[in-house]
């Protein structure tokens, strides 16, 4: 793929020049964030589990049960490869997909990823009530989640940047502090000249 050498230019007064991925765990807030934040750089925003399930004509529930984890997981790599060679824009990403090295070496060349990083007592409150978490339909959802929790967090440390979820923050917000750290890479985000 080309380099891109245009950015897109934003309603924030910015220019994004690289895909900003949002990472991090189920309920850190990438697609509240990633909504948000497409809309105030005036950017797509796309939710890859959206478009799988849009191209499999399934859930995600659904896509695990008839397939299986690893069938998703491939077809989740192959979906985040091909939006990463479009135009600049905000991408969520389901919690499991920064996990596999394939999909964080093409997030590194092709975009930056940006972790949502929300504690656990957040991330249960968030899903606790969700009917919509296949990982979570255990005996004891939130015993899974915190297992799940303790074994992706070092992984989620390797993204490029990161900001911390707090509970007290408005969606704006929490968007307000994601375009604070992007300001830090004017290779991903400029102001506009």
Known sequence: ??????????????????????????????????????????????????????????TIGEIFARDGEPFFRDREAEVIARLLKSEPCVLSTGGGAYLAERNRAVISARGVAVLLDADLDLLWERVRHKDTRPLLRTANPRATLAEIFTARAPIYAKAELRVLADPAYSIDEMTDAVLEVLATRPDVLEPET
């Open 1 to 58: 793929m080309a380099e891109r050498t245009e950015g897109q230019q934003g309603a924030a007064g910015y220019v994004l020049h690289r895909t900003v991925v949002l990472v991090g765990m189920m309920g850190s807030g990438k697609t509240a964030i990633g909504r948000c934040l497409a809309q105030r750089l005036g950017v797509a925003y796309i939710d890859s589990d959206a478009e799988i399930e849009a191209a499999a004509n399934a």
